[in-house]
């Protein structure tokens, strides 16, 4: 509603039954009707009586909205699943020992009314029920973060040691990884339970993130191995080099941007966009790395599809394109000895 003017010290009074008061009434009426059907809609029929018929029935609603996903899940039966074993505070790993259990009516109407808030609202499944999973690892999520979705969890668990070009030391011969644009955590968890002697350093800009990043880091117990660190990407670190850099930092470029779906803008925009081409963080990143690697080490980072732009800009560095099971050409591995030739 568009606010009124009026001088400082003396609100504007509307008289009973003028045009305001009249539009007011109205719209009170109309709020009032729009919360009774939502109510309404949200109840449960009758038949809805396992866990498997509610993700059967919110699959069905979902697919018929046409609703997007991708935000830790991948189509409508996944999201489903993440919102009604959410509901119960159930791992989604249980979902099979417990699809055909019974559920109490509060059960029932709890995950109705998540069913009906996410068609309505189109707010993601995790921000729904604040969780979400990588690599089948649980995180924390809200609203002051990015839903966690990214590849590199699958190539830090496995193709960093394949003995390619790629290949780090063995796991545990790494000493020290540091997590650009860390949101809510999930890259630096999982970095340190794949490199148990490594201490690791998460960095972000927004403490709102950094605040969702300490749950997931207590709530693993990794308090004596993550520090967090609020800053703009290696600024806060004072001349620390690392033997791993991993970063999903934002990636967006404008045209996609002004092309997001409502889900995707219920996420904070800041990890996101990524200026005109989707690379201006990347440029960032890349051309400071030199100075914060080891001489063995090297620089692990996801870029969507600003390989093009990645490419065009650095067109005589030798970047290496990892495939993972769910993206071809994404994230890039790049050697501290490739990186040397960058001038900043």
Not at 34 to 46: D, E, G, I, L
Not at 110 to 139: D, H, S
Not at 222 to 234: K, T
Request: net charge neutral; hydrophobic share 45%.
């Amino acid at each position: 509603m568009k606010k009124t003017p009026q001088r400082k010290g003396h609100p504007v009074a509307f008289p009973a039954g003028s045009c305001h008061n009249t539009r007011m009434a109205k719209r009170t009426v109309r709020t009032s009707r729009q919360t009774a059907a939502t109510r309404a809609a949200a109840k449960p029929p009758a038949e809805l009586q396992t866990l498997v018929d509610f993700v059967r029935h919110a699959a069905t609603r979902f697919a018929g909205a046409k609703l997007a996903f991708g935000q830790g899940t991948d189509d409508a039966i996944g999201d489903a699943v993440l919102l009604v074993c959410g509901a119960l505070e159930l791992d989604v790993a249980s979902f099979d020992a417990f699809a055909a259990a019974r559920l109490t009516g509060a059960e029932r109407r709890r995950i109705a009314e998540l069913i009906e808030t996410r068609v309505r609202t189109r707010k993601p499944v995790p921000y729904l029920v604040n969780r979400v999973y990588m690599r089948g690892v649980p995180f924390y999520v809200d609203e002051r973060t990015i839903i966690p979705r990214s590849f590199i969890g699958e190539i830090v668990q496995g193709e960093l040691f394949a003995g390619g070009e790629a290949a780090l030391a063995a796991p545990d011969e790494v000493g020290r990884v540091l997590d650009l644009c860390t949101g809510s955590g999930c890259i630096a968890i999982l970095a340190a339970m794949a490199f148990p002697n490594a201490g690791v350093d998460a960095v972000d800009i927004s403490q709102d993130a950094l605040a969702v990043a300490a749950i997931n880091v207590r709530e693993h117990g990794l308090e004596d191995r993550i520090r967090l660190v609020r800053g703009d990407l290696f600024a806060p670190l004072r001349g620390e080099r690392y033997d791993l850099i991993l970063t999903n930092p934002p990636y967006v470029d404008a045209q996609g941007m002004a092309a997001l779906p409502k889900e995707y803008r219920a996420e904070p925009a800041l990890a996101l966009d990524g200026g005109d081409d989707g690379i201006a963080i990347v440029r960032r990143i890349v051309e400071a790395a030199p100075a914060r690697l080891t001489p063995e080490g090297g620089l692990l980072c996801e870029v969507g599809r600003g390989r093009a732009a990645v490419e065009k800009a650095w067109p005589d560095l030798d970047f290496l394109w990892l495939d993972t099971a769910g993206s071809t050409g994404e994230v890039f591995w790049i050697a501290a000895r490739d990186l040397a030739q960058v001038r900043s």
